[in-house]
C-alpha cells in the first residue's frame, strides 16, 4: 500500500508537471501576425463619389442646386407636417449618395528610418513610400470591404490617426456612418482627428511637403503643433462623440484646405448640427473666440489694436479665464459670461508710445475687449442662426436647473429652438501684463 504522504507527493508533482505543461502550451504567439503581413492604414479620405448617370448601381434623383448650400434640417418640434416629409425625403435621398474611399497604406522598406537614410524609392518624395488606394460603395463599411478586395493583407486600423472628409460630404450625407463604424471598430483610437476639407478630401491626403517622410505625418504633426502652440482645441474623435452625444451641445471640428498643391493651412473650425455640417468659421481669430467663450485658457493669439494717431501695437495672449453665471428670467434662462484675458505686447508701431503711463495701458485693454466682444457676438449669433449650440450652454441648464429642463426642453432639437433665441450677455476684461523692456 502507498503511504499518505508519498500520495500527497505524487499529487504535488502531478500538479507541478501539468502547470507547466499548461505554461508551455500558452507561450508564445500562436496567433501571430506579422508586420509585414499587415496592411496598415495611416490615413483615409472620403468624399462625394461622381459616378455616371446611367450606372444603375448608383444612380438616384438628385437636387441640381449648389453643393454649397446648407442641407435641410431634421424634423423637430413645432415644424409642418408636409416640411418633415420633405426633409426626411431629402435626408433618404442623401443617404443613398456613392462615397469615394482614398486609404494611404505605408510601403515596407521605403520609409527612411533615420537621418540620411533614403529608405529605398522614395527618398526624395515622401509619396512615394506609401500606397494610395481608392474604392467605392454606398456605405462605409461596403467601401471599405471593396478596398480588402484590392489588398491582399488584411486592413489594420490600430496606426489610423487623420481622416479627412469633404465639405461637400460633410453637408449631404454627414458624419453619422463614419462616426458609427469608427465606434464599433476596436483598433480605432480615440485621439484620432477628422479634418473638414474646403475642396476634395483626396488632394488634401496627398499633400507631401519634403520636411516629412510620410505625407499623413504631416498633417498630424500640423494638428498636433496647433494644439501646442494654442491654434486649436484638442478636437479628437473622443472629444466630438461625446459633444454629439450631449443633450445640449454640438462638435467642432479642423477646416482646412490646401495651399499651394503641397501644404495644409487650417483656415478655422466647422461646427455641426448633430452629424451634418451646419456652417464654418473662416480665420484663425474665429478659433481664438470660441477657445475663449469655451474657458480653454492656453493662449496663442496675435492680435493688433489700433489707436488713435495711426499706431498701434501687436498683443499676443497667453492666458484665458472663463465664468459663466446662469439666471432664470421669467422662467427663461439667461447667461452672462465672463471672460479675461492676459496679454504680452510684442510689437509697437506708428507714433512713439509711452506704455509707462497707465491711460496708454488702459486705452489699449478697452480697445482689445471693445473687438473681443464684437467677435464673440458674431460667433454667436451665427451658431444661433443655425442651432448648433457649440459652447454647451444647454450642458449649464441640463446641471444647474434639472427640473427646467425636464419639464419644459427634454430632447436637443427642443434645445436647438430655445437656443436661437437666447439671450447671452458678454463681459470681456482684457490686461496687459508684460510690455517689455527699455536699457537707460
Known amino acids: 500500500m502507498v503511504s499518505l504522504s508519498k500520495r500527497t507527493a505524487l499529487c504535488r ?43 444603375s448601381h448608383f444612380a438616384t434623383e438628385r437636387n441640381t442646386g449648389n453643393a454649397s448650400e446648407s442641407p435641410r434640417p431634421l424634423q423637430v418640434q413645432g415644424r409642418p407636417e408636409s416640411e418633415a416629409a420633405t426633409a426626411r425625403a431629402t435626408a433618404k435621398e442623401t443617404a443613398r449618395m456613392p462615397i469615394r474611399l482614398t486609404a494611404q497604406i505605408p510601403i515596407p522598406g521605403r520609409i527612411p528610418l533615420g537621418p540620411g537614410e533614403s529608405g529605398g524609392g522614395g527618398a526624395n518624395n515622401p509619396s512615394q513610400s506609401v500606397w494610395v488606394v481608392h474604392s467605392t460603395g454606398e456605405t462605409v463599411t461596403e467601401a471599405l470591404q471593396c478596398l480588402q ?38 483598433q480605432v483610437r480615440r485621439t484620432l482627428w477628422i479634418l473638414v ?33 494654442g491654434k486649436f482645441p484638442t478636437e479628437f474623435l473622443g472629444v466630438a462623440e461625446s459633444k454629439v452625444v450631449m443633450k445640449g451641445r454640438d462638435m467642432v471640428l479642423p477646416y482646412v484646405d490646401v495651399q499651394h498643391g503641397e501644404t495644409m493651412l487650417l ?22 473666440t470660441y477657445m475663449e467663450l469655451c474657458g480653454i485658457r492656453q493662449g496663442g493669439i496675435v492680435d493688433r489694436a489700433q489707436l488713435p494717431g495711426g499706431s498701434w501695437v501687436v498683443l499676443q495672449s497667453y492666458r484665458r479665464r472663463r465664468s459663466i453665471r446662469l439666471q432664470m428670467v421669467q422662467d427663461q434662462p439667461v447667461f452672462d459670461v465672463y471672460v479675461h484675458i492676459d ?24 480697445r482689445e475687449s471693445e473687438k473681443i466682444i464684437s467677435a464673440q457676438k458674431d460667433l454667436i449669433r451665427r451658431t444661433q442662426q443655425a442651432g448648433s449650440d457649440i459652447v454647451g450652454f444647454g450642458e449649464f441648464v441640463r446641471a444647474y436647473r434639472p427640473g ?8 436637443k432639437d427642443r434645445w436647438r429652438e430655445v437656443y436661437k433665441t437666447l439671450p447671452v450677455h458678454l463681459h470681456v476684461k482684457s490686461r496687459v501684463r508684460v510690455y517689455g523692456m527699455r536699457a537707460r
Not at 31 to 51: K, N, P, T, W, Y
Open 13 to 55: 508533482w502531478f500538479q507541478a508537471g501539468l502547470t507547466v505543461l499548461v505554461c508551455l502550451c500558452t507561450t508564445g504567439c500562436w496567433d501571430s501576425l506579422e508586420i509585414e503581413q499587415r496592411a496598415m492604414v495611416l490615413g483615409l479620405s472620403v468624399d462625394i463619389a461622381q459616378v455616371p448617370s446611367d450606372d
Open 149 to 186: 478586395q484590392q489588398v491582399a493583407d488584411p486592413l489594420f486600423f490600430g496606426h489610423l490617426r487623420v481622416i479627412v472628409v469633404s465639405r461637400e460630404f460633410a453637408q449631404k450625407r454627414g458624419l453619422s456612418d463614419l462616426m458609427d463604424y469608427l465606434r464599433r471598430n476596436p
Open 197 to 229: 476639407s474646403e475642396h476634395e478630401a483626396a488632394k488634401l491626403l496627398a499633400t507631401a511637403p519634403p520636411l516629412k517622410r510620410v505625407p499623413t505625418l504631416y498633417l498630424i504633426s500640423t494638428m498636433d503643433q496647433a494644439i501646442r502652440l
Open 267 to 288: 483656415q478655422g473650425m466647422a461646427f455641426f448640427r448633430d452629424y451634418r455640417l451646419a456652417g464654418v468659421v473662416t480665420g484663425i481669430p474665429g478659433v481664438y
Open 343 to 366: 496679454f504680452h505686447i510684442h510689437q509697437t508701431s506708428g507714433d512713439p508710445l509711452n506704455l509707462s503711463n497707465p491711460a496708454t495701458l488702459r486705452l489699449i485693454e478697452r
Open 404 to 411: 427646467w429642463w425636464d419639464a419644459h426642453i427634454q430632447t
